[in-house]
């Protein structure tokens, strides 16, 4: 099958995990191949969007590729990393980030979402039109054409519930996985002074540099108080906190974080807070919901109370067991 197929379709609808965990094998081992790191940059985006698809399973190529261009932005220019399994050739989504970059002159020190939200966009529709052609179909291609429905003209992918199932069971280790094959790939063809903690970087490549664009939103809606424990907090001690840990989602969405003091921010830190503030958070996420301009944004439309609760329960199944509340909560 060619690795160019524009359009496919599911051939199974139901998948055991020990099919899904061979597929992964095969992706991972030197039987498929891995020419450049596009498939691995593919899973890691899928991982990072899991809880962006809507109810259907869909995504839309424009958010996936935000993720895509974003890893390979960060891999390419501000770590210098070569992503083809050739010296002196270059993957195309670098010639395309390079030429970027030297358009507008543009430092290696600048991470993507430093980049005014214009060139985000450039950046992510120049690699969209070129990397899909050759990325949707591959990974379609090895494993057996189950575990989505793709088509690159309508930009729409479609994922096999029993694999997005799967995916939510061991979003941690495949997290793990991916970032190891990926680690281990970038090692091998690159010089030596630029795969120095490779992995940190690798686990580390998605992450923002700042939350403050949702601390602006947040802060307008925002009575004061810190979510967890009650204090008021100044602004200038307000921190943003991912009430799903960020370990766990390696996602930003507005409806999983919310204004703690540092206190709290900092004692919470990688775990997973008590039940009972699940329940406040989905209030206030209907609270947001109920905001007109809010209700607009691409993370809250696909937002519902149902993936708040899963993301919750898969986490905890997932590892985060260690259950967190603030010291002393002020009412
Ligand atoms: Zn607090």
């Known amino acids: 099958m060619s690795h160019k197929l524009q359009v496919g379709e599911m051939k199974a609808k139901y998948l055991t995990d020990k099919e899904i965990w061979g597929h992964f094998n095969y992706i991972f081992s030197s039987k498929s191949k891995n020419s450049t790191t596009y498939k691995f940059v593919l899973i890691k985006s899928i991982l990072e969007n899991l809880y962006n698809f809507n109810e259907k399973l869909e995504i839309n190529y424009s958010t996936l590729f935000a993720s895509f261009a974003k890893i390979y932005w960060n891999l390419v220019i501000h770590h210098n990393l070569n992503q083809i399994n ?118 580390n490549v998605s992450r923002r540099s700042s939350l403050d664009q ?22 200038q001690h307000a921190h943003v906190d991912h009430f799903i840990p960020w370990s766990f989602v390696q996602a930003d969405q507005l409806w999983n974080l919310v204004i703690a003091c540092s206190a709290c921010n900092l004692s919470k830190n990688d775990k997973l807070a008590s039940k009972i503030f699940l329940e406040e958070i989905i209030d206030r996420n209907d609270k947001l919901l109920s905001i007109p301009e809010l209700r607009k944004r691409g993370d809250m439309q696909v937002y519902t109370s149902k993936k708040l609760k899963d993301l919750y329960y898969y986490s905890r199944e997932n590892g985060f067991t260690d259950i967190w509340t603030p010291k002393k909560i002020i009412i």
């Open 214 to 235: 949702f601390y602006q939103v947040l802060s307008s809606y925002y009575n004061g108080k810190c979510f967890y424990c009650g204090k008021v907090i100044r602004k």
């Open 86 to 203: 050739m010296t002196g050739k270059k993957a195309e989504v670098q010639k395309i980030l390079l030429a970027v970059q030297s358009k507008y002159q543009i430092p290696n020190t600048l991470v993507f979402d430093k980049l005014s939200e214009e060139l985000q966009v450039e950046i992510i529709n120049k690699v969209k039109r070129k990397c899909k052609v050759n990325v949707m179909g591959a990974i379609y291609g090895d494993t057996a054409c189950t575990i989505y429905d793709f088509d690159n003209q309508k930009e729409q992918l479609k994922l096999n519930s029993t694999f997005f199932s799967f995916m939510q069971r061991f979003q941690r280790v495949l997290n793990y996985l991916t970032n190891y094959h990926l680690a281990l790939f970038l090692e091998k063809f690159n010089e030596k002074g630029d795969t120095t903690n490779l992995l940190l970087k690798v686990e």
